[in-house]
């Protein structure tokens, strides 16, 4: 199977689950659902290493470093198991990272990617020169 295919299958599938997700009486009240879906397919496919439709320890451990919080293979293992619900599965699905950001359970790994946004916004506010001090900003 070439690559194109495997990626291509996997959207199928992330579209046919996100539709579940759409069409789910749970998820009614959530505010602007389609978009969430869609940002979170990007997300997760961003890092799924492997191009098999899941997140693997490694995936997982990439997308920590690339936010700079960098875990020990423990630390990941135990992230690993809050989002999956305590299985002894070794990779994330994506029907299980959806209900990780969806779901009311705060893992660990939600809070990250959550904050992950607010931490950019504060940067690109902070980019640019220091605003000019006056004498009476001295101590």
Known sequence: MSLYSKVEKHQKTSYS??????????YAEEEDLASKLEMFK?????FDLNDKGEID????????EKLGL???????????????????KDTISYND??????????????LILMFEGMG????????GPPSRKTFSDLP
């Open 17 to 26: 689950i996100n539709e579940a997700f759409l069409s789910d009486p749970q």
């Open 42 to 46: 990007k997300k997760y496919m961003e």
């Open 70 to 88: 960098a875990k020990t293979h423990l630390e990941l293992k135990k992230m690993m198991s809050e989002v999956v619900g305590g299985t002894s």
């Open 120 to 127: 950019k916004e504060q940067e690109q506010k902070d980019a």
């Open 97 to 110: 990272f959806l209900d990780m950001m969806l779901g009311k359970r705060n893992a660990i790994l939600k």
């Open 57 to 64: 320890i490694m995936g997982l451990k990439r997308m920590l």
